[in-house]
């Protein structure tokens, strides 16, 4: 009887999804698009999930973003700190700064709710950073960037570069102390461009440094220009990305032309949606119990003032390692000069994503493989390209620590100076070591069959009921393709479980 | 019946409850894997595949259950708006409650919404085909290579008319360099110099002159070119070097004003103020990148990236006794450019 009623209600409400389609149809065409759409399938690995962190913590910035730019004032003009009513921090009072700090300190202490959105937005970008460089290894690592795939590589190589200058540009708009500094040092390695640096600085900065206009252009920059092309080249990823459909590791049953995982709907789509509120839920969490940037206790800009330990946020900390642990050269001749921060400022970091550009091409040279793949790679099948991905990581790691020396000097109760030379030979020695560790680890794991980290290395030995002795899993050898381990990616039956449990049965 | 006739149709298309569990002829339903009508069914996808199921559909009281669940995690979202509106309303929003807030109405919709998907939605994993690699057959390849010669041979025979379009849009391009050029000043000499000048005086951050018995042995003092506070170049380091050995070098005679010597305060690497002073070394250590320079060999650098020395800032005495420069920098101050010379 209720079933009845309840099949009556399902069809009333098909009637009415379906008349709701039916319009959009009659307008677009649009139901061989929608039903592909909600029948497209996403292969399901736990590294699949960080590309969505990342756009999903983009979603919580431009949230929160708009919410800061209704406060922000994007204006270098002195005022005096002198709040005349609400909250006012005392520290400040009287003190000379920019228009564009004391908005800040505004938002920070007399907007209700102003604070926590400030350090869910800092917070959010941090999450976001750390989300593409994860997303930018796990697809370099297991070859997604092979063909069919370079160009989504390239785009989203760019989009990690305009993420990192979008977030270096925010963290700049407050004008205190420790981004100005920071501001200063950009600006010395634009200006030690050859040729066009003095014009190209004079030109951003509308002047000799610290330029009349530069906040509010660098606020159209960070509000406007980067979040366009962010939002522009994202769109480019996603709908490619769409139409070639999502690489997947290999596993049982799967191959270069099928593809295994759930519909985008109602199930991934809804989990999806939860992955953004838990991001979202991080992020404002952080950003109201965990203090980021305050820029009340570094002080407003002024040219004359720096304090020790100023270091960028973490993905920039490459390159101002790398300004530090630069010697000191520069080259002079014929009355003109290319300044030192210009090695380690730009020509290093054009080199390395010039390399990080063509490796798409430079790996189809490599393993002469000119072929589209749908199947990913497991780091350990490329012990080369695993052996160049952690240089490059122990290289960036290396340089990161390299932007903290004078916090990691005081705290290793060593001398500065020593430090730096430690990592200027760790900058070489340190990827090469890395590269022939993780080579050999490949090589190892590709022997053992082992996961690295779900199973221990080495086999298990058991004996029967009837005193006989066999090694687990030489029952079931492991289908070509998968693990070793019986399971593609983590998700198909663990057919390893099921043999364990054999001397059991065999007891029985 | 009628009305179970058209549901077996719902039922196919709407994927309720599971009553239509079961094989998927090929081209019958083609949208579920991908697989267009009259294409043969590929070897790699499986006939028999059924996404309909969900976790708890033959167990309605686990199915309950989870929907209980589900429901305390939304009221909590609930009640999170509620603490969200009394920490605004009454209590200054406080970011802490605001945090927690925000963090637990989001996170309990997070976590509902998963469980939802989880437990009451169906869809396991299924397997599809890729239909081609998206890669077009050789007669639409051909097709789209003739639209494009279409417009291109046309073209390619004006030999004439294509010698005249690269200068044109070499000229233009540079023409809409112009706009930019607006953005800033021409550099000139403007880094060359910086606002010291003959008998400029010499103040503090308070605008106050200096006479050389204000600044005691191994004391350190930022001063300006007086009226110039704000100008990025000229910040200059008054140290007192007292009886310390101090080497003039050819050309810099005649500097100083006893143990008192000036240096540019701006870092030659990257222009932050080289303040830190070690007076046991007498050394000058940049906060920004560690560059130390040696004060008493003339601010040469002696460890860090900096190339070059700190210009020194030639001083005297004016008639009132406050320390003034005899000239401007006698050579450029801070970071390294093209044409620094």
Same mark, same amino acid.
């Given at each position: 009887?209720?079933?009845?009623?309840?099949?009556?209600?399902?069809?009333?409400?098909?009637?009415?999804?379906?008349?709701?389609?039916?319009?959009?149809?009659?307008?677009?065409?649009?139901?061989?698009?929608?039903?592909?759409?909600?029948?497209?399938?996403?292969?399901?690995?736990?590294?699949?999930?960080?590309?969505?962190?990342?756009?999903?913590?983009?979603?919580?910035?431009?949230?929160?973003?708009?919410?800061?730019?209704?406060?922000?004032?994007?204006?270098?003009?002195?005022?005096?700190?002198?709040?005349?009513?609400?909250?006012?921090?005392?520290?400040?009072?009287?003190?000379?700064?920019?228009?564009?700090?004391?908005?800040?300190?505004?938002?920070?202490?007399?907007?209700?709710?102003?604070?926590?959105?400030?350090?869910?937005?800092?917070?959010?970008?941090?999450?976001?950073?750390?989300?593409?460089?994860?997303?930018?290894?796990?697809?370099?690592?297991?070859?997604?960037?092979?063909?069919?795939?370079?160009?989504?590589?390239?785009?989203?190589?760019?989009?990690?570069?305009?993420?990192?200058?979008?977030?270096?540009?925010?963290?700049?708009?407050?004008?205190?102390?420790?981004?100005?500094?920071?501001?200063?040092?950009?600006?010395?390695?634009?200006?030690?461009?050859?040729?066009?640096?003095?014009?190209?600085?004079?030109?951003?900065?509308?002047?000799?440094?610290?330029?009349?206009?530069?906040?509010?252009?660098?606020?159209?920059?960070?509000?406007?220009?980067?979040?366009?092309?962010?939002?522009?080249?994202?769109?480019?990823?996603?709908?490619?990305?769409?139409?070639?459909?999502?690489?997947?590791?290999?596993?049982?049953?799967?191959?270069?032309?099928?593809?295994?995982?759930?519909?985008?709907?109602?199930?991934?789509?809804?989990?999806?949606?939860?992955?953004?509120?838990?991001?979202?839920?991080?992020?404002?969490?952080?950003?109201?119990?965990?203090?980021?940037?305050?820029?009340?206790?570094?002080?407003?800009?002024?040219?004359?003032?720096?304090?020790?330990?100023?270091?960028?946020?973490?993905?920039?900390?490459?390159?101002?390692?790398?300004?530090?642990?630069?010697?000191?050269?520069?080259?002079?001749?014929?009355?003109?000069?290319?300044?030192?921060?210009?090695?380690?400022?730009?020509?290093?970091?054009?080199?390395?994503?010039?390399?990080?550009?063509?490796?798409?091409?430079?790996?189809?040279?490599?393993?002469?493989?000119?072929?589209?793949?749908?199947?990913?790679?497991?780091?350990?099948?490329?012990?080369?390209?695993?052996?160049?991905?952690?240089?490059?990581?122990?290289?960036?790691?290396?340089?990161?620590?390299?932007?903290?020396?004078?916090?990691?000097?005081?705290?290793?109760?060593?001398?500065?100076?020593?430090?730096?030379?430690?990592?200027?030979?760790?900058?070489?020695?340190?990827?090469?070591?890395?590269?022939?560790?993780?080579?050999?680890?490949?090589?190892?794991?590709?022997?053992?069959?082992?996961?690295?980290?779900?199973?221990?290395?080495?086999?298990?030995?058991?004996?029967?009921?009837?005193?006989?002795?066999?090694?687990?899993?030489?029952?079931?050898?492991?289908?070509?393709?998968?693990?070793?381990?019986?399971?593609?990616?983590?998700?198909?039956?663990?057919?390893?479980?099921?043999?364990?449990?054999?001397?059991?049965?065999?007891?029985? | 019946?009628?009305?179970?006739?058209?549901?077996?149709?719902?039922?196919?298309?709407?994927?309720?409850?599971?009553?239509?569990?079961?094989?998927?002829?090929?081209?019958?339903?083609?949208?579920?894997?991908?697989?267009?009508?009259?294409?043969?069914?590929?070897?790699?996808?499986?006939?028999?595949?059924?996404?309909?199921?969900?976790?708890?559909?033959?167990?309605?009281?686990? *199915?309950? $259950? %989870?929907?209980?669940?589900?429901?305390?995690?939304? #009221?909590?979202?609930?009640? @999170?708006? =509620?603490? +969200?509106?009394?920490?605004?309303?009454?209590?200054?929003?406080?970011?802490?409650?605001?945090?927690?807030?925000?963090?637990?109405?989001?996170?309990?919709?997070?976590?509902?919404?998963?469980?939802?998907?989880?437990?009451?939605?169906?869809?396991?994993?299924?397997?599809?085909?890729?239909?081609?690699?998206?890669?077009?057959?050789?007669?639409?390849?051909?097709?789209?290579?003739?639209?494009?010669?279409?417009?291109?041979?046309?073209? *390619?025979? $004006? %030999?004439?008319?294509?010698?005249?379009?690269?200068? #044109?849009?070499?000229?233009? @391009?540079? =023409?809409? +360099?112009?706009?930019?050029?607006?953005?800033?000043?021409?550099?000139?000499?403007?880094?060359?110099?910086?606002?010291?000048?003959?008998?400029?005086?010499?103040?503090?951050?308070?605008?106050?002159?200096?006479?050389?018995?204000?600044?005691?042995?191994?004391?350190?003092?930022?001063?300006?070119?007086?009226?110039?506070?704000?100008?990025?170049?000229?910040?200059?380091?008054?140290?007192?070097?007292?009886?310390?050995?101090?080497?003039?070098?050819?050309?810099?005679?005649?500097?100083?004003?006893?143990?008192? #010597?000036?240096?540019?305060?701006?870092?030659?690497?990257?222009?932050?103020?080289?303040?830190?002073?070690?007076?046991?070394?007498?050394?000058?250590?940049?906060?920004?990148?560690?560059?130390?320079?040696?004060?008493?060999?003339?601010?040469?650098?002696?460890?860090?990236?900096?190339?070059?020395?700190?210009?020194?800032?030639?001083?005297?005495?004016?008639?009132?006794?406050?320390?003034?420069?005899?000239?401007?920098?006698?050579?450029?101050?801070?970071?390294?450019?093209?044409?620094?010379?």
């Amino acid at each position: 009887m209720s079933s009845t009623v309840e099949r009556a209600a399902a069809k009333k409400r098909y009637s009415i999804g379906k008349s709701v389609l039916d319009t959009v149809d009659e307008r677009f065409g649009s139901s061989k698009f929608l039903t592909s759409a909600l029948d497209k399938i996403f292969p399901d690995h736990w590294s699949f999930m960080v590309g969505e962190i990342a756009m999903d913590s983009l979603i919580v910035l431009i949230i929160t973003g708009i919410y800061l730019a209704l406060f922000y004032v994007p204006s270098g003009t002195d005022v005096v700190y002198a709040p005349t009513s609400g909250h006012v921090y005392a520290p400040l009072v009287g003190q000379h700064m920019s228009e564009a700090y004391q908005s800040v300190i505004n938002l920070s202490f007399n907007v209700r709710f102003g604070l926590i959105m400030r350090q869910a937005h800092h917070w959010a970008a941090l999450i976001f950073l750390a989300a593409v460089t994860f997303h930018m290894c796990r697809i370099f690592f297991s070859g997604a960037f092979r063909k069919p795939r370079e160009i989504n590589w390239i785009i989203g190589l760019i989009l990690w570069q305009i993420v990192s200058l979008e977030g270096f540009t925010g963290y700049s708009l407050p004008d205190d102390l420790l981004s100005g500094t920071g501001i200063r040092v950009i600006y010395s390695i634009i200006q030690s461009i050859p040729l066009v640096g003095t014009w190209l600085a004079y030109d951003l900065w509308g002047g000799r440094f610290p330029g009349p206009t530069f906040l509010p252009r660098l606020f159209v920059i960070h509000e406007f220009l980067f979040p366009l092309l962010i939002i522009g080249l994202l769109t480019a990823h996603l709908m490619i990305l769409w139409r070639q459909k999502h690489t997947d590791f290999p596993g049982p049953g799967k191959t270069e032309t099928n593809i295994r995982g759930s519909r985008v709907w109602p199930q991934y789509a809804l989990k999806a949606g939860g992955l953004a509120m838990m991001v979202a839920a991080v992020s404002f969490l952080l950003g109201g119990l965990v203090q980021i940037n305050p820029v009340w206790l570094y002080g407003s800009y002024n040219t004359f003032t720096v304090s020790a330990g100023s270091q960028p946020d973490w993905y920039l900390g490459w390159l101002d390692g790398a300004v530090r642990l630069w010697p000191h050269w520069e080259f002079r001749s014929f009355g003109h000069e290319i300044p030192n921060p210009f090695f380690p400022g730009l020509l290093m970091p054009g080199i390395i994503f010039t390399v990080m550009f063509a490796w798409p091409w430079i790996d189809k040279r490599i393993y002469n493989d000119y072929k589209a793949h749908n199947l990913l790679d497991r780091p350990r099948d490329k012990p080369f390209r695993t052996g160049v991905g952690v240089a490059a990581i122990i290289y960036f790691i290396d340089l990161t620590l390299a932007c903290a020396t004078d916090l990691l000097a005081n705290d290793l109760h060593i001398g500065f100076e020593r430090l730096i030379e430690i990592l200027q030979i760790g900058v070489f020695v340190g990827p090469v070591v890395g590269f022939f560790v993780a080579y050999r680890v490949c090589t190892a794991l590709q022997r053992t069959n082992a996961h690295p980290i779900q199973r221990p290395i080495g086999g298990v030995i058991y004996r029967t009921a009837d005193g006989a002795y066999h090694t687990l899993g030489e029952h079931h050898p492991a289908p070509a393709g998968a693990d070793g381990n019986g399971h593609g990616n983590g998700h198909g039956p663990d057919t390893r479980r099921e043999e364990e449990a054999l001397p059991t049965s065999a007891g029985d | 019946m009628t009305t179970s006739e058209e549901l077996t149709g719902v039922e196919r298309d709407g994927h309720y409850a599971g009553e239509t569990a079961g094989r998927l002829p090929p081209g019958r339903n083609p949208r579920h894997f991908g697989i267009d009508p009259g294409e043969p069914w590929p070897d790699d996808v499986p006939m028999d595949q059924d996404d309909t199921h969900w976790r708890f559909e033959n167990d309605p009281k686990a *199915a309950k $259950r %989870a929907e209980n669940r589900i429901a305390v995690l939304f #009221v909590l979202t609930l009640l @999170s708006s =509620a603490g +969200l509106a009394w920490d605004y309303i009454s209590n200054d929003g406080q970011t802490q409650v605001a945090a927690a807030c925000f963090g637990v109405g989001l996170a309990a919709l997070a976590v509902g919404l998963i469980l939802m998907a989880r437990d009451l939605m169906p869809g396991n994993e299924v397997t599809a085909s890729r239909g081609h690699h998206h890669v077009s057959e050789d007669p639409d390849r051909v097709a789209v290579a003739e639209s494009l010669a279409r417009g291109i041979e046309p073209f *390619a025979r $004006r %030999a004439f008319l294509l010698k005249v379009l690269a200068p #044109v849009g070499g000229a233009f @391009s540079l =023409a809409l +360099l112009f706009p930019i050029a607006s953005l800033g000043p021409r550099p000139h000499r403007d880094l060359l110099q910086t606002k010291w000048g003959r008998f400029t005086r010499a103040v503090n951050q308070d605008g106050q002159p200096i006479r050389p018995n204000d600044l005691p042995v191994d004391g350190i003092l930022t001063v300006f070119p007086e009226g110039y506070m704000d100008d990025a170049l000229s910040p200059t380091l008054l140290i007192n070097v007292g009886q310390a050995p101090f080497r003039i070098v050819k050309g810099n005679e005649g500097y100083n004003i006893g143990g008192i #010597v000036a240096f540019s305060a701006i870092c030659t690497h990257a222009a932050c103020p080289a303040k830190l002073y070690n007076t046991q070394t007498h050394q000058l250590i940049c906060p920004c990148h560690q560059s130390t320079f040696d004060v008493l060999d003339n601010a040469k650098p002696v460890f860090g990236p900096a190339p070059r020395s700190l210009p020194q800032l030639p001083l005297t005495v004016d008639a009132e006794g406050y320390i003034v420069s005899q000239s401007d920098y006698t050579q450029p101050v801070g970071p390294g450019f093209w044409n620094r010379g």
